[in-house]
């Protein structure tokens, strides 16, 4: 399993502070009081709003950042490794999803714009943000569910990640984490939260994949 923002590419790469200020906007038409100076993530502006506003309220917010991140997601690179990472899998006996606080529509987009090396989209899993935004990780929901879905033996489920939530839903959810961090203090934080094993970039794991299957071959 893949978490996606940040995995697979940076969704909101140079306008973050940018969607936060619109979304913050929409809640405030919505009677919904958010604070776009305490965070740059979208996502958890709409988190911080679940406790204020009736679900449909919450609702109607959801789909504003949906709609954000859908159109931020036709436009998303991947990151370096990204597509050859997903490729190598999907030609492998692996079974693959997505699990992440982004809207499903936004993963699906993405990947069907991804460079046309990797024909993964259709069977990956994708497993987006739950209509209760307080299911979110790092909540095990989701992981717990893809799990399921995926049929899955929790102890040869894998999810990468790269944010704290990613490794404390990996653990809450009973399945093993490699965490992602080009940086030593983002790689120090994942370890302190249980995290054994962190790599630098996704072409590590890249390499580990094709060792694998040279050695089945």
């Not at 940076?10 to 969607?19: G, P």
């Not at 038409?29 to 958890?44: E, I």
């Not at 799990?147 to 102890?155: A, M, Q, V």
């Not at 704290?164 to 934080?189: C, E, K, N, P, Y």
Request: charged letters at 20%; proline letters at 6%; aromatic letters at 4%.
């Amino acid at each position: 399993m893949f978490s996606f923002d940040g995995i697979l590419c940076r969704l909101f790469a140079d306008n973050m502070r940018s969607v936060s200020g619109h979304l913050a906007q929409a809640a405030s038409g919505l009677h919904l009081n958010t604070d776009p100076s305490r965070t740059a993530d979208p996502v958890a502006l709409l988190r911080s709003a679940v406790d204020q506003g009736s679900p449909e309220q919450v609702r109607q917010l959801d789909g504003i950042l949906t709609t954000y991140e859908t159109a931020a997601a036709r436009r998303a690179e991947p990151l370096p490794g990204a597509a050859q990472l997903l490729g190598a899998l999907s030609r492998g006996p692996w079974r693959l999803a997505v699990v992440t606080d982004h809207a499903t529509a936004a993963v699906q987009t993405f990947l069907t714009h991804l460079h046309p090396e990797t024909d993964s989209a259709p069977q990956l899993g994708v497993f987006g943000r739950p209509t209760d935004p307080r299911l979110m990780k790092p909540h095990p929901h989701a992981i717990s569910m893809a799990t399921s879905r995926l049929g899955s033996d929790r102890s040869r489920t894998l999810l990468i990640g790269e944010s704290l939530a990613d490794a404390l839903a990996a653990r809450a959810a009973g399945v093993q984490f490699i965490g992602v961090a080009t940086q030593r203090s983002h790689a120090r934080m994942l370890r302190e939260a249980g995290a054994s094993n962190v790599v630098e970039t996704l072409n590590t794991l890249l390499a580990a994949v094709s060792r694998i299957k040279d050695a089945r071959t």
